[in-house]
């Protein structure tokens, strides 16, 4: 009865998520991690990380990352990277993720 009850409890801690694994630490968020980069969203910074508690036993990935410097890029270099195009998303122009799409003016007011 025993071996059933941990295997249920094992089971139970790998599907629920935002339960932790042994092995893993939780994750720590990375609030003042440099950009890569300056501009064109070509850059990533680290936003959260965790450690393996027992090495060669962890599966998965150590750090969380996101793309970051919107400024677009001066001459000669590509205005944004791969991914993102010129946009407005505020008072000046930016690289926007070319997936975005803004609602159309439908009237004139």
Request: charge should be positive; glycine fraction near 6%; include cysteine.
């Given at each position: 009865?025993?071996?059933?009850?941990?295997?249920?409890?094992?089971?139970?801690?790998?599907?629920?998520?935002?339960v932790?694994?042994?092995?893993?630490?939780e994750?720590?968020?990375?609030?003042?991690?440099?950009?890569?980069?300056v501009?064109?969203?070509?850059?990533?910074?680290?936003?959260?990380?965790?450690?393996?508690?027992?090495?060669?036993?962890?599966?998965?990935?150590?750090?969380?990352?996101e793309?970051?410097?919107?400024?677009?890029c001066?001459?000669?270099?590509?205005?944004?990277?791969?991914?993102?195009?010129?946009?407005?998303?505020?008072?000046?122009?930016?690289?926007?993720?070319?997936?975005?799409?803004?609602?159309?003016?439908?009237?004139?007011?």
């Open positions: 009865i025993m071996n059933a009850f941990i295997f249920i409890v094992l089971l139970f801690s790998s599907t629920v998520p935002g932790v694994s042994e092995e893993w630490s994750w720590t968020l990375t609030p003042n991690s440099p950009c890569s980069d501009c064109g969203y070509c850059g990533v910074r680290v936003t959260a990380v965790r450690t393996c508690h027992t090495l060669m036993k962890c599966s998965g990935i150590a750090q969380k990352y793309e970051c410097a919107p400024k677009m001066p001459f000669p270099r590509k205005t944004c990277c791969a991914g993102y195009v010129k946009g407005v998303p505020g008072p000046q122009f930016e690289c926007v993720a070319a997936t975005a799409t803004l609602a159309a003016k439908t009237k004139l007011t």
